[in-house]
Nanobody, 125 residues
Framework: QVQLVESGGGLVQAGGSLRISCAAS????????MGWFRQAPGKEREFVAF????????RYTDSVKCRFTISRDNAKNTVYLQMNSLKPEDTAVYYC??????????????????WGQGTQVTVSS
């Protein structure tokens, strides 16, 4: 059983920065792509960013490009999301998820098999 545990969320002012982390259990972390998603109140869960197994491929939703950076440390079984220039519309619960297999369609929730419990990010105006 794989466990994903997010941390690092909190309250930040608009324009500020925050780095959230996702620690994975098990010894196969490096074999899977990882994604970050978010869900704001009353909205559907949406794709934020993806990183491939060896970090050679990264993808972002348009609204966070040039502001957010996804990275991973396979030695620590951890994936990160560095968020800069935060906006109030970035307020959401952020989830990490594991993506088995190869191929594209990084933004599709159904392509991910394990999810964390989420960490709240609140950006005040």
């Amino acid at each position: 059983q794989v466990q994903l545990v997010e941390s690092g969320g909190g309250l930040v002012q608009a324009g500020g920065s925050l780095r959230i982390s996702c620690a994975a259990s098990g010894r196969t972390f490096s074999m899977y792509g990882m994604g970050w998603f978010r869900q704001a109140p009353g909205k559907e869960r949406e794709f934020v960013a993806f990183i491939s197994r060896s970090s050679t491929i990264t993808r972002y939703t348009d609204s966070v490009k040039c502001r957010f950076t996804i990275s991973r440390d396979n030695a620590k079984n951890t994936v990160y999301l560095q968020m800069n220039s935060l906006k109030p519309e970035d307020t959401a619960v952020y989830y990490c998820a594991r993506r088995p297999g190869d191929g594209s369609r990084w933004s599709e929730l159904s392509r991910y098999d394990y999810w964390g419990q989420g960490t709240q990010v609140t950006v005040s105006s």
